[in-house]
């Protein structure tokens, strides 16, 4: 999923991050981090808005800290607090757990290990999880009335398919595990970068891709993602994650921070995004032009 292609090292990202807190001062102040997409910069201004709002606190942005994992290392090491992750994370063995697909124990573990191991709130998520999804052009979809996975099966053996490239391979969510278990074998398969994948379906150079359920260009392009009815990907829902002492020093955070909880789905989420990378207007101007339509901001 989501720990996206890292674009920083850690180690450099270390370094930014640590350039980018010695200008910041501490006390009353809550940093939020984020990593390199879209997704979670416009959620991280949406609770700089929020908890200015109905706080006296003041929130930094602290934006591109690479990957989920170095996000969660910053968590640990206090130089944020603040972040939005997803539960998929469960399955990077930070600690012990019990091997699920189920997406509300796939959460649950999550919020209990990470308040164990690193002191962490893990809350409900926003209502949305960013994982592949195997994806058509809306056309292909209305011709042949696919609306899951499944419904592919009898069209598979005449289909071109995109993938990310790495996905081909791997073991436990990769080609061979999803091959076993849908009994569907495409009929050529094309590995790629996964920014490529859209464009690839769109411009029907492949019939089905495998793709990111909230990316924007899901929109941009008009295509339909297949409901995932065997459960085959890891949940990765989407939750706000503070540091637990934040939450003892600053308590009225706790229901600021809920206020997101179930609010965001899907749909929202792609659409969010698309103002972003498609539209190119600023992360901050979207999150407040939504807090204001769901009445959360004046």
């Not at 297949?226 to 949940?235: A, E, G, S, V, W």
């Amino acid at each position: 999923m989501r720990n996206r292609i890292r674009l920083i090292a850690p180690a450099i990202a270390a370094v930014i991050l640590a350039a980018a807190l010695s200008g910041c001062g501490a006390g009353n102040t809550i940093r939020i981090g984020t990593q390199t997409f879209s997704e979670p910069k416009i959620i991280a201004h949406m609770y700089r808005a929020l908890i200015e709002d109905r706080t006296d606190l003041k929130v930094k942005v602290m934006p591109d800290l690479a990957a989920s994992p170095v996000v969660l290392d910053a968590m640990k090491n206090n130089d944020i607090q603040m972040a939005t992750l997803y539960s998929g994370m469960l399955f990077d063995n930070y600690f012990p757990f019990e091997p699920t697909k189920d997406r509300r124990k796939v959460l649950e573990q999550a919020q209990t290990g990470f308040d164990k191991f690193f002191g962490l709130k893990w809350f409900d998520s926003f209502g949305f999880e960013n994982t592949y999804a195997f994806t058509v052009r809306k056309d292909l979809a209305e011709q042949h009335r696919l609306e899951k996975i499944s419904d592919v099966k009898p069209l598979a053996g005449s289909m071109k398919l995109g993938m990310d490239t790495t996905w081909l391979v791997r073991e436990s969510d990769g080609y061979p595990a999803f091959q076993k278990a849908y009994g569907i074998t495409f009929g050529q398969t094309f590995p790629m970068e996964i920014a490529l994948v859209y464009n690839a379906v769109a411009s029907k150079s492949m019939d089905i891709v495998l793709a990111y359920s909230t990316d924007a260009r899901l929109k941009e392009y008009e295509l339909t993602t297949l409901q995932d009815d065997k459960q085959f990907f890891p949940p990765y829902d989407a939750s706000p994650v503070i540091r637990k002492d934040v939450l003892e020093k600053y308590p009225e955070l706790n229901e600021i921070i809920g206020l997101l909880v179930g609010k965001i789905d899907a749909q929202t989420m792609i659409e969010l995004n698309y103002e972003v990378d498609v539209n190119k207007r600023n992360e901050k101007k979207v999150a407040e032009q939504y807090l204001k339509k769901i009445g959360l901001l004046q």
